[in-house]
């Protein structure tokens, strides 16, 4: 995990409601990734930024939002259009942009509704 | 469509056993190939990373294998110990993203 934090590691949401999920990463690395995970599926990609103040959508990018103002920060939104967020989200880094690099992951968090 | 395939049943083996894990995949084209480790409830960490060129690559008990022909890669952990249970992803390179498989889980028993 090192390098990485996600907050907070369980998040409760109640119908209607926008949530946020915090990552933030001192690794100095340019790329950061997010990812769903459900049971016995692979992770599926939600956003991924690459560079400062530009970001794009990944496989499954309806029902969320990003914004990555700070090389540290990639604060990922759960709003409330997405309507099956119980998942475990994962935020992961890499140093450059290509494909062939190695991803650092954090600890994830799990988004349960209530 | 794209399609990453992992042991779709769980591993489990005794202790000093190889474990092989399988994992085959259609309609890509990688020029890469990545094994992550996951502990339940945590995030992946990075294992190998093997290159289309690199037909074998060792890791002191893990070997990995890339066969482009096959379109597979074998994931073998050797003198398998209770510490190595956990769940084994592979990761495939795609056109603008690294592509997950569902995972292997293992269970070694002592």
């Known amino acids: 995990d090192g390098g990485i934090t996600q907050s907070p590691k369980y998040l409760f949401r109640k119908e209607g409601q926008n949530v946020t999920l915090s990552c933030e990463q001192n690794?100095?690395?340019?790329?950061m990734y997010w990812y769903r995970q459900d049971p016995g599926q692979g992770l599926r990609l939600i956003y991924y930024?690459?560079?400062?103040?530009?970001?794009q959508k990944g496989d499954i990018a309806e029902g969320y939002s990003v914004s990555r103002e700070k090389k540290e920060s990639f604060p990922l939104t759960v709003t409330s259009a997405q309507k099956n967020p119980t998942a475990f989200y994962l935020c992961?880094?890499?140093?450059?942009?290509?494909?062939?690099?190695?991803?650092?992951f954090g600890p994830g968090t799990r988004l349960l509704v209530l | 469509s794209q399609k990453i395939e992992q042991n779709s049943e769980a591993l489990n083996i005794q202790e000093g056993k190889t474990a092989t894990l399988t994992c085959n995949y259609t309609?890509?084209?990688?020029?890469?190939l990545q094994w992550y480790r996951q502990d339940p409830g945590r995030g992946p960490v990075f294992l190998l990373l093997?290159?289309?060129?690199?037909k074998e690559k060792r890791k002191e008990r893990l070997k990995v294998t890339f066969d482009t022909t096959l379109k597979q890669s074998l994931f073998h952990i050797t003198a398998s110990q209770p510490a190595d249970s956990a769940t084994y992803l592979c990761?495939?390179?795609?056109?603008?993203?690294?592509?997950f498989g569902a995972g292997t889980t293992v269970t070694v028993r002592a």
């Open positions: 992961a880094t890499s140093k450059g942009q290509g494909t062939q690099e190695t991803q650092y």
């Open positions: 690794l100095n690395h340019d790329a």
């Open positions: 930024s690459q560079i400062v103040n530009d970001f």
């Open positions: 309609n890509y084209s990688p020029a890469y």
């Open positions: 093997i290159r289309e060129n690199e």
């Open positions: 990761a495939l390179e795609g056109d603008y993203k690294l592509s």
